[in-house]
C-alpha cells in the first residue's frame, strides 16, 4: 500500500541548531515529492518539491531537501533554525499525473529562542 | 492572487445535526480537493474533482457524506448526519495541473469541525 512514514511526531531545537526531518515513502513507480508546511494559525503551503532532475532540492526560507531514490527518503534539512520556523511539517507522495498525493502524519517542531 | 477559501472556520453542533462545508478554489484551478484532517495526522482525501465531476471518491462515507461541484468552481461538502468522530479539520486544497502535472497542492485554512 502507498504510504509515507515520518520518524519524529516532535522536535525541539534551540536556534542555530540544524535541522533533519525524516521522510520514507512506499509507492510504486515515479513519484513528486513535497514538504509542505503549517505555521501556528495558518494554512498549509509548499517548501519545496521534487518532480524530476537534481535530486537536491532547494525551498523557501533556506531549506533543503534529498531526494535519495534507493532508500526511498526525501528528508528535509535546514543548517540553521530560526524561532519562527515553529511549525509542523508534512511530507507527501504523489505519482505521474500527481492524482493523489498521500500524506505522512506530520512532524511538530518547536524552536526555542 | 487570491487563496483557497473556505468557510467557515468553525462550526460546532450536536451529533446527528447536518452541516456543510463551503470552498472557492483559486482562480483557473480545475482540480478541487477535499481532505480529512484528524488531530495528529496528515491530510487524508475525501473527494478529488476535475471541473465539475468527481474524479476520485472512493474515501468519501458515501452514508452521510456528499459533495458536490456545480459549475466546476465552488463545492459544498456535506455531513448528514455528523458522527462525534467526524470531528476534524475538513481541507480545501486547489491545483493547477491534476491532471498530466505534479499536482501541486494551494490549500485553504480549513474548516475545524467539534461534534458534541
Known amino acids: 500500500a502507498q504510504s509515507v512514514s515520518q520518524h519524529n511526531h516532535h522536535v525541539i531545537l534551540s536556534e542555530a541548531a540544524s535541522l533533519e526531518l525524516g521522510c520514507n515513502y512506499s509507492y510504486g513507480g515515479t513519484v513528486n515529492l513535497f514538504w509542505y508546511v503549517q505555521y501556528p494559525g495558518q494554512h498549509l503551503q509548499l517548501l519545496l518539491k521534487y518532480f524530476s532532475g537534481d535530486p537536491l532540492v532547494k525551498g523557501i526560507k533556506g531549506f533543503e531537501a534529498e531526494f535519495i531514490k534507493s532508500k526511498f527518503s526525501f528528508n528535509l534539512r535546514k543548517p540553521s533554525v530560526q524561532w519562527s520556523d515553529t511549525a509542523e511539517y508534512f511530507c507527501?507522495?504523489?505519482?505521474?499525473?500527481?492524482?493523489?498525493?498521500?500524506f505522512g502524519a506530520g512532524t511538530r517542531l518547536f524552536v526555542k529562542a | 492572487e487570491a487563496g483557497v477559501v473556505q468557510s467557515p472556520r468553525y462550526k460546532i453542533i450536536e451529533k446527528k445535526q447536518p452541516v456543510a462545508f463551503w470552498c472557492n478554489p483559486i482562480?483557473?484551478?480545475?482540480?478541487l480537493y477535499w481532505y480529512l484532517q484528524n488531530l495528529g495526522q496528515g491530510p487524508e482525501l475525501l473527494i478529488r474533482y476535475e471541473n465539475e465531476e468527481a474524479v476520485d471518491d472512493s474515501q468519501l462515507p458515501k452514508d452521510r457524506f456528499s459533495a458536490e461541484r456545480l459549475k466546476g468552481v465552488d463545492s459544498t461538502l456535506k455531513i448528514q448526519p455528523a458522527e462525534l468522530g467526524d470531528s476534524a479539520v475538513y481541507l480545501c486544497a486547489s491545483s493547477l495541473d491534476g491532471t498530466g502535472g505534479t499536482g501541486e497542492l494551494f490549500f485553504g485554512e480549513g474548516s475545524r469541525l467539534t461534534v458534541l
Open positions: 507527501a507522495v504523489n505519482g505521474p499525473g500527481g492524482f493523489k498525493t498521500i
Open positions: 482562480s483557473g484551478h480545475n482540480t
